[in-house]
């Protein structure tokens, strides 16, 4: 069975410094993968999603950004962290392309608290 | 583009009551629709999803939803909550041949003893 990892759970950085968060899934390949992130009291904003290795498509404008440097590994990365990037992120997955249905299963998430 | 709505913030409901949350989407087709539940501070779990056929669609915990097209909804049941169900729920939109799901704000649901 698929299963997704990401780490850390938790983080607390200063502003200014830099961030890296990763994530991986087994038991797939050739997987799309996401980064979304939860601010306090709101929804899901996606920021990033990759079909292939090499391959990331920005959502929004930010501080932040993606790479996938192997098949099932995913880094959301940021050089200067800004306070507006604290929140709760999160890492998924879905059966890439040629597979039916849009199903995307979640990582448990990394709080990141920026101070 | 994809939209979702879901209009309540907050629902409080006592345990052993019947639960609605409401979800409204905008697409052009049919879409892909979907409904998870957050405990705080976890990911996100897949309580059920609707791709096509019968539009009464029945998921984990006991929850079900039913895609209504004439009313752009997908609401979200339960005939007797129980207090483990106190969490947020999101509803989501995808299109069939797409790679993103749109997410609504989320129902925060808290159940009173």
């Known amino acids: 069975s698929q299963t997704i990892h990401q780490w850390p759970a938790t983080l607390v950085q200063p502003v200014g410094s830099p961030l890296s968060l990763e994530c991986t899934v087994e038991g797939t390949s050739n997987p799309n993968l996401y980064w979304y992130r939860q601010a306090a009291g709101r929804g899901l904003q996606l920021l990033f999603y990759?079909?292939?290795?090499?391959?990331i498509s920005s959502e929004v404008p930010q501080n932040l950004s993606a790479s996938r440097p192997q098949d099932r590994q995913f880094i959301l990365s940021s050089k200067k962290l800004l306070l507006s990037d604290s929140g709760f992120y999160l890492c998924a997955w879905r059966q890439g392309l040629g597979a039916r249905g849009n199903t995307i299963y979640f990582g448990e998430g990394s709080w990141l608290t920026v101070v | 583009a994809q939209s979702v709505t879901q209009p309540d913030i907050h629902i409080t409901v006592s345990e052993g009551a019947s639960l609605e949350l409401r979800c409204n989407y905008s697409y052009g087709a049919t879409p892909y629709l979907f409904w998870y539940v957050q405990s705080p501070g976890q990911g996100l779990q897949l309580l059920l999803k609707y791709f096509s056929g019968d539009t009464l669609v029945q998921g984990i915990k006991g929850f079900e939803a039913e895609f209504k097209r004439s009313q752009s909804s997908f609401n979200l049941r339960k005939p007797s909550v129980h207090w483990s169900d106190a969490a947020e729920y999101f509803c989501a939109v995808g299109a069939p041949d797409g790679n993103k799901l749109v997410f609504g704000a989320g129902t925060i649901l808290r159940v009173k003893s």
């Open positions: 990759s079909v292939g290795i090499g391959q």
